[in-house]
């Protein structure tokens, strides 16, 4: 009754969430296969971004919607009126006399950024850390559920998803001895994201299969985790019909191992701040930026706007849907490569990127202060399968400790190996440490990184 009252109203999302989310399993399983159809629980508006994403999904011209925003935020906001004197955009050249701003300014001017038309009963302040750990604080709509959900479920349904079920490994930490909790506004079978052992996964597979959830959301290095599980134990899943992922940089030994083993990998590319979303299109393997989500440009250091094939720059991204706090031109801190303005392999026109990263901590450094991408550091063919990971750390230029989880073809003798292939990357004086460890550790979060550097 509760739940059916709840649809009838409309209530916003996170109002629904506060009075469900202590129920028992058994009656959010049963809310879960009630809620089959996104556009009654998640209201009107979502159903009308829905249509308009499938009516708009081919080519999608958003200067329109930048110049908007743009000339919105320039009148409306003290930095951008103060800074800019009022100044009014007629094209995309005149958006770009705007400067990039950082994480750095908002928080030294955070009020000045707010409009002056703010409602902040449609709004929430939220706090991300994003890639660089420093905390950054953002006025959000309470309603942005709407186009992300919808721009999110449209990505997904690329290889298959229709408002299914997934079994969700990500930062759910549960009570020891409980398998799983269950959302059934999203529709999820949430599971322990730090309970990375086989003796759990193997209840995750129990789980996922008697109940045929046919997908499974994670991090990237949670799932190479579970398909290597799923090899080791020779277990049949042919009933999941991808992986999805998001959050962490996705290494080429991993897209590999998931093609070797027959698994379909979706990643998408999206931050807290909400500017923009990319997700891999099946058909080429390169990132589709979505125009109706964000305006996005890569540009370089010099600041100018990157346009040929194959360099690459930092993701500067703007918000076409936040008018309470209007950022324009954000450096997000990662970075990509350039690929075009249409995919050749689909069609759709829109801007097409590769090798999207994180820049911090991608780079190891020699002595002399230059380095080595973390992108030349992936192992190939055998040297690959005698282990279940490595980690490397480095607190000091010319100094890297490397943490290898030995797999089960390991020999005692192959440290050496491992040695000789980093020592053939580097300079002459870089030092490397090897060990071996059981485990490797992971962010607070739950999320992988393949590189800690504490190295400015």
Known sequence: MVFRDML?????????????????????????????????????????????????????????????????????????????????ISDINDFRKIETISKEDIKEHFDQFISREIDLNKYELVTTSGTTGKALEIY????????????????????????????????????????????????????????????????????????????????????????????????????????????????????????????????????????MIGGICPNSGYYHVEPTYGYCEIIDDQGNVITERGQTGQIVATSLHNYGMPLLRYETGDYAEYHGRKCEHCGRELLVLSNISGRKGEKVYNADGTFVSTTSLTMHGDLLKKIDGFQMYQEEMGHLEVHIVPSENYKDNDLKLFKTFFENRFKS???????????LKRKPNGKFLLLMSSID
């Open 429 to 439: 004086d870089m030092k490397i440490d090897l060990k071996t460890r059981k485990k």
């Open 140 to 275: 959000l709509p309470k309603k942005r559920y709407v186009y992300e959900l919808a721009t999110k479920f449209k990505l997904w349904s690329q290889v298959g998803y229709n408002y299914s079920i997934r079994g969700r490994m990500r930062m759910s930490r549960l009570d020891e001895g409980k398998k799983f909790d269950i959302d059934p506004i999203r529709r999820s079978y949430n599971f322990d994201g730090f309970r990375l052992n086989d003796e759990y996964f193997f209840e995750v597979y129990e789980i996922m299969k008697e109940k045929d959830i046919n997908f499974f959301h994670c991090y990237t290095s949670t799932g190479y985790e579970f398909a290597k599980f799923l090899e080791r134990n020779n277990l049949d899943h042919s009933f999941i019909k991808a992986f999805i992922s998001s959050s962490e940089n996705v290494y080429q030994h991993q897209e590999k191992y998931f093609k070797r083993n027959g698994i379909t990998h979706y990643n998408f590319y999206g931050h807290t701040e909400k500017m």
């Open 8 to 88: 009838r109203e409309n209530l916003p999302v996170d109002n629904i969430r506060e009075v469900i989310i202590n129920l028992p399993n058994w009656v959010k399983r049963y809310l879960l296969y009630l809620n089959t159809n996104p556009n009654v629980i998640f209201g009107k508006d979502f159903k009308e971004y829905s249509n308009f994403l499938e009516n708009q999904w081919k080519s999608y011209d958003n200067t329109n919607d930048l110049l908007e925003i743009a000339n919105y935020a320039l009148n409306q906001t003290p930095y951008y009126a103060n800074r800019y004197n009022n100044l009014e």
